[in-house]
């Protein structure tokens, strides 16, 4: 009897720490991302962005907690022996969005303003070894992206996460890790590259004034460095520009509308491959683009403003 009553305790106690799930913090909490990639010309950049909650927000009659978001491009032309021939420095205007989650599903989403649904950023109920890592946001090689191991490691608040490393089958593998509480190591909302010449990677982590993750990457190019994990990345709080792009996703053509004058217009696909760009000199603030001879797939959106300020919107195409 005492034996089956044992067999009982550790049953429920193994079958609890399934409930001792850590959500994503929405007081109070700041996640400092770097993107290496091609950028508008520049072969080698760095960009360095910082996402942080704000108030909360109703939507639908549901509950969302805001994000705002800034950053900063650094690049160097000329690679090699003329490395320093070329430099330069963007300031990067993002829009702000927000996200919601199901904490008995553990299910993290994105809010889409444009189609006006949410969008699947991380599912951390259906993390399942061997198995396809699941269809997010962020999961631009779906389905080849496997989690191939899940343990639980100690942040530096002294607790204890889940995480499920993610790779492939190849000499690629386990090159990011999701971390329940925390998001991905490649950055909160940032894409998961495949391992090439392109990568991101999440710098720090914080709520309030404790720190719960930092890595700070080495790179040619270093990312914008804040010991305290800052918002502003040292730097002056960037006014949000009023951008709209619709249809998102869209099957064949997209419009942006913006309350200033649009300088240019660049378009990449992830490999960062420039396959479109036009400047225009008519003070336009609303203009069309056709995607109707691009094949299926996300592509990276550009738009440089009045203001010199850069927005960088994911744009969705589906046939």
Not at 42 to 67: A, P, R, W
Not at 78 to 105: E, K, M
Not at 240 to 256: G, H, Q, R, V
Request: with cysteine.
């Amino acid at each position: 009897m005492k034996n089956s009553l044992l067999a009982i305790i550790l049953f429920l106690s193994y079958s609890g720490w399934g409930q001792n799930y850590k959500p994503i913090p929405e007081t109070d909490a700041t996640w400092i991302q770097a993107e290496f990639l091609y950028y508008i010309g520049h072969e080698h950049t760095t960009i360095t962005s910082v996402l942080y909650t704000q108030n909360d927000t109703v939507i639908n009659g549901i509950s969302y907690c805001k994000l705002g978001s800034h950053g900063f491009a650094d690049w160097v032309d000329n690679w090699g022996s003329q490395q320093n021939q070329t430099s330069g420095t963007n300031v990067l205007s993002y829009s702000t969005g927000c996200f919601r989650q199901d904490t008995l599903l553990k299910k993290v989403f994105l809010w889409n303003s444009s189609t006006q649904t949410d969008e699947l950023l991380y599912d951390f109920g259906n993390l399942i070894v061997g198995q396809p890592y699941p269809a997010t946001i962020t999961n631009i090689n779906y389905p080849y992206l496997l989690v191939m191991a899940s343990d639980s490691v100690q942040l530096m608040d002294g607790n204890y996460y889940k995480r499920w490393v993610l790779g492939t089958n190849s000499s690629d593998s386990a090159y990011v890790s999701v971390i329940e509480g925390v998001g991905g190591t490649n950055g909160f909302t940032s894409l998961i590259y495949p391992v090439f010449e392109q990568s991101s990677g999440l710098l720090c982590h914080k709520t309030n004034t404790q720190h719960i993750y930092e890595n700070w990457v080495s790179n040619p190019i270093p990312p914008r460095y804040s010991e305290e994990c800052s918002q502003t990345l040292s730097i002056h709080q960037i006014t949000e520009s009023d951008l709209e792009i619709y249809p998102n996703p869209t099957n064949s053509a997209i419009s942006i509308q913006t309350d200033k004058v649009i300088q240019s217009i660049e378009l990449c696909n992830l490999n960062g491959q420039l396959l479109f760009i036009e400047k225009t000199s008519s003070g336009e603030k609303n203009l069309n683009l056709d995607l109707s001879k691009l094949e299926t797939g996300t592509y990276i959106l550009k738009i440089v403003l009045s203001d010199d300020s850069l927005v960088m919107e994911r744009v969705q195409l589906i046939k």
